[in-house]
T-cell receptor, first 116, second 113 residues
Framework: GAVVSQHPSWVICKSGTSVKIECRSLDFQATTMFWYRQFPKQSLMLMATSNEGSKATYEQGVEKDKFLINHASLTLSTLTVTSAHPEDSSFYIC????????????FGEGSRLTVL | GDSVTQMEGPVTLSEEAFLTINCTYTATGYPSLFWYVQYPGEGLQLLLKATKADDKGSNKGFEATYRKETTSFHLEKGSVQVSDSAVYFCALSRGGNNRKLIWGLGTSLAVNP
């Protein structure tokens, strides 16, 4: 079946540095990818929708200058957490739909970010 | 607004026990309903879905019926296995829109041999 891969699976960085997380669709093309954030004991929160060839669409309350999203190709989207601070520590998950408006999504394994 | 409420975990069962994980939702209209599962070390994956009232989704021995009258989509399995240990998420989608998936908090299930 369709596979979405995220990298890195975990990363530790110092406060003030930037971290890039990659999300790849391995056997299908994805014009759209979704980025989520998950806090402990909380549900997935949609951060933004990544659109191939155009700007990402951010959800209300998500700082677009803080969380830079680039969808450079039909198989790769990246999320860069800029000038990371401890409050940015979280579990970041990407997903991609195999088709439009089906509700079904394929998810990456998630990336655990810890900012010291 | 739309919301999904799942029973809190963790749920711990012995192998071959009956499983129910409750899920209720609040939404206008007729959303599609989903159960996703996340096995240890893996990404979320779709377990089953139902797109209209009275539909029953089923997969891998799991079932869930879309109950409009009780706004519920409870997940059931008659005999769980150790390999079913995972976190289960209930979600709804309005109009089949991928972007607007609304998630429950997830329920962790541990099955002991």
């Amino acid at each position: 079946g369709a596979v979405v891969s995220q990298h890195p699976s975990w990363v530790i960085c110092k406060s003030g540095t930037s971290v890039k997380i990659e999300c790849r669709s391995l056997d299908f093309q994805a014009t759209t990818m979704f980025w989520y954030r998950q806090f402990p004991k909380q549900s997935l929160m949609l951060m933004a929708t990544s659109n191939e060839g155009s700007k990402a669409t951010y959800e209300q309350g998500v700082e677009k200058d803080k969380f830079l999203i680039n969808h450079a190709s039909l198989t790769l989207s990246t999320l860069t957490v800029t000038s990371a601070h401890p409050e940015d520590s979280s579990f970041y998950i990407c997903s991609a739909p195999p088709g439009l408006n089906t509700g079904e999504l394929f998810f990456g394994e998630g990336s655990r970010l810890t900012v010291l | 607004g739309d919301s999904v409420t799942q029973m809190e975990g963790p749920v711990t069962l012995s192998e071959e026990a009956f499983l129910t994980i409750n899920c209720t939702y609040t939404a206008t209209g007729y959303p599609s309903l989903f159960w996703y599962v996340q096995y240890p070390g893996e990404g979320l994956q779709l377990l089953l879905k139902a797109t209209k009232a009275d539909d029953k989704g089923s997969n891998k021995g799991f079932e869930a019926t879309y109950r409009k009258e009780t706004t519920s989509f409870h997940l059931e399995k008659g005999s769980v296995q150790v390999s079913d240990s995972a976190v289960y998420f209930c979600a709804l989608s309005r109009g089949g829109n991928n972007r607007k998936l609304i998630w429950g908090l997830g329920t962790s299930l541990a099955v002991n041999p």
